[in-house]
T-cell receptor, first 112, second 114 residues
Framework: QQQVKQSPQSLIVQKGGISIINCAYE??????FPWYQQFPGKGPALLIA?????SEKKEGRFTISFNKSAKQFSLHIMDSQPGDSATYFC???????????FGTGTRLQVFP | ETGVTQTPRHLVMGMTNKKSLKCEQH?????MYWYKQSAKKPLELMFV???????ENNSVPSRFSPECPNSSHLFLHLHTLQPEDSALYLC?????????????FGSGTQLSVL
């Protein structure tokens, strides 16, 4: 019940296209859902995050869509660029455990 | 620069060696973490220190021994490791344990155990 399931494992997108990465969870106590971006040779860095009181959050080309009833959330990257090529991790945490549970990661490659 | 520095970047060690990983954060944070990153697996939380006190040991084998002498420095002492311990070891920090949702990671130490 503590797992966060992430898909796909890898994704290839052409420049200008939309990249979509999906995550699902079981624990209804989760109340914070961040996405981390990791470039080769670097540690993950917080990209964008959402709380379940809203269904969507947008920051530039990055959007999180959240479906509380389905217990799913997704990251959309609009107008994908080669510089977006990285591994993306979804995660979830709950106020009563102080733990951040990560998904398995999605390796995104954006080709010109 | 994320403000969290890890050394060394790469480490190759034999199963009988003893080595240490070092992490230093320049962000004024009070919580520090060790994570293990293996291919196709979620990041695994290993240890948590909050205000220099260990608050979490996530069932990590005793061949991994953490040390936190102050809020800015964190070490991971390694001894008699196994080949399956080969992975990227990431250090992270947050303002305190309650703000674990906003982690700042270092670039990691890529460990290979022969």
């Amino acid at each position: 019940q503590q797992q966060v399931k992430q898909s796909p494992q890898s994704l290839i997108v052409q420049k200008g296209g939309i990249s979509i990465i999906n995550c699902a969870y079981e624990n209804t106590a989760f109340d914070y859902f961040p996405w981390y971006q990791q470039f080769p040779g670097k540690g993950p860095a917080l990209l964008i995050a959402i709380r379940p009181d809203v269904s969507e959050k947008k920051e530039g080309r990055f959007t999180i869509s959240f479906n509380k009833s389905a217990k799913q959330f997704s990251l959309h990257i609009m107008d994908s660029q080669p510089g977006d090529s990285a591994t993306y991790f979804c995660a979830a945490s709950s106020y009563n455990t102080d733990k951040l549970i990560f998904g398995t990661g999605t390796r995104l490659q954006v080709f010109p | 620069e994320t403000g969290v520095t890890q050394t060394p970047r790469h480490l190759v060690m034999g199963m009988t060696n003893k080595k240490s990983l070092k992490c230093e954060q320049h962000l004024g944070h009070n919580a520090m973490y060790w994570y293990k990153q293996s291919a196709k697996k979620p990041l695994e939380l290993m240890f948590v220190y909050n205000f220099k006190e260990q608050t979490e040991n996530n069932s990590v084998p005793s061949r991994f021994s953490p040390e936190c002498p102050n809020s800015s420095h964190l070490f991971l002492h390694l001894h008699t490791l196994q080949p399956e311990d080969s992975a990227l070891y990431l250090c992270a920090s947050s303002q305190d344990r309650a703000t674990i949702e906003k982690l700042f990671f270092g670039s990691g130490t890529q460990l290979s155990v022969l």
